[in-house]
């Protein structure tokens, strides 16, 4: 890479493309539809591998939504330039998740406090211990304030971060879950990381798209285009925390 920090080879823009905060679904296509259905005169600022990117308005407020692609080392990669590179604050993870409580039920929402994992991704660091990845409290606050405001049907709590989709261990769900583990995905862990290293912030928005208690599950385009309370939800939070700054 030359002495320039953009375009990178992941993102195709400049700092003033894109918005202090950014939703970041793991989809392209969800990407897409957030922009053309929830925001104004949304433009297209990135399809590096398409990977796509727009930035509109949401009722008087500049944001950006992304895709990350799937799993932590590519999140890991558009969430690492856009803190260091684009000047960006804030990223709200908007993606899926599977329940692992019976309590949490299909198209429930899960904030992630915290991420626990199962990968490696700390050992960056160098640290004699092992990291706790949570969420940024102002926008955990203004997430719960309004999905409670909002009527959402939602929990707060441990989600799972995931290296691996079709795991060996037939029991691993099961010992995680004894942890009070709300849901499963791939990619908070990763995010929360980045944005501690970066002194940015983040947190993780998801839908609940299956159950790995009942076998229940949406399919892939029900969690492309039907998960509007989600991402209503994280909108809002943007509006918030911009008008409170």
């Known amino acids: 890479m030359s002495d320039k920090l953009y375009p990178t080879p992941h993102i195709n823009a400049a700092p003033e493309d894109i918005a202090k905060t950014v939703l970041m679904p793991g989809d392209p296509l969800r990407s897409e539809f957030v922009a053309k259905n929830f925001l104004e005169n949304a433009k297209l600022f990135n399809n590096v591998r398409g990977i796509q990117g727009y930035t509109g308005m949401y009722e008087g407020v500049r944001v950006s939504v992304m895709a990350s692609g799937m799993g932590m080392p590519s999140i890991g990669i558009y969430s690492y330039e856009l803190y260091n590179f684009f000047g960006v604050d804030n990223i709200i993870r908007i993606g899926s998740a599977g329940a692992m409580q019976p309590d949490v039920k299909i198209r429930d929402i899960i904030i992630g406090m915290g991420a626990c994992t199962d990968s490696a991704y700390a050992t960056q660091y160098g640290l004699s211990g092992t990291f706790a990845p949570i969420c940024d409290y102002e926008l955990l606050r203004a997430a719960t304030d309004i999905a409670k405001e909002k009527g959402y049907r939602y929990h707060v709590g441990n989600l799972l971060s995931s290296d691996v989709f079709y795991g060996d261990d037939p029991e691993k769900s099961k010992k995680w879950a004894k942890m009070g ?58 509006k918030k925390v911009s008008a409170e700054k």
């Open 181 to 238: 583990i709300l849901g499963v995905e791939m990619e908070a862990a990763g995010l929360y990381m980045n944005a501690a290293r970066a002194g940015k912030s983040a947190l993780a928005i998801c839908t609940v798209s299956d159950s790995l208690v009942t076998g229940e599950a949406t399919d892939s385009e029900a969690r492309q285009k039907s998960f509007t309370d989600m991402i209503e939800l994280a909108l809002n939070v943007t």
